[in-house]
């Protein structure tokens, strides 16, 4: 759960306006927009040119930690990208373009469940991410 705006209301009221500038941004974007770090920084950067890239780490880390956005490691890419916080999906990436869109998918308890028993593990978190050629790249050939 989000609570940066309570924070920063009433407990914490010295919490660095540049993570609400973070968040904002981010918030403005909407679900299924995915900001790599440098995407953020360049946004941010247009706002307030001084801002240096690490506020702008540190600051999306602070927001991650507190639930206000989600984090999500790409399979093919070095660096993770960013979204608001919302219900849980799986991603799509492209492997021509590097698009990433939501796909409204969640890999079902039962599975879960199953694939821990015949591991023997605890799972505690997945995350899916289907990779392949995007509509606009399909249409590109
Ligand atoms: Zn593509
Ligand atoms: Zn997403």
Known sequence: MCYTFVEMNAAE????KNYKMIYDIIRAAGHGVHFT???VFARVKRRQPTIGFSTVYRGIARLRDQ????EIEVPGTDSA????????HAHFRCERCGTVVDVPYQLPTRTLDA???QIGAKIEQSALTLQG???KCVKAR
């Open 13 to 16: 009221p010295r919490l660095p």
């Open 67 to 70: 639930g206000c956005i989600d």
């Open 115 to 117: 694939l821990a028993a």
């Open 37 to 39: 770090m440098s995407d």
């Open 133 to 135: 050629r995007c509509r």
């Open 81 to 88: 990208v960013y979204e608001l916080a919302g219900k849980p």
